[in-house]
């Protein structure tokens, strides 16, 4: 069994290529805090926004 703290990099790549307008390092920031527990992942960034997990800062 793998530790909980490992990043799955699939699912940093699947997220990346089904939503054109962000970036790779959104995508992992976002799986970096969804390991951690630390969601929603407070953002100003729209289309990372529309991401489960994260909450858009006004």
Wanted: glycine share 6%; with cysteine; charged share 25%.
């Amino acid at each position: 069994m793998k530790p909980r703290s490992e990043i799955e990099l699939w699912e940093v790549v699947a997220q990346f290529r089904a939503k054109a307008a962000l970036g790779f390092s959104d995508c992992l920031v976002l799986e970096i805090a969804r390991k951690a527990c630390h969601v929603p992942l407070g953002t100003f960034d729209s289309a990372l926004a529309k991401l489960e997990g994260t909450h858009k800062i006004s």
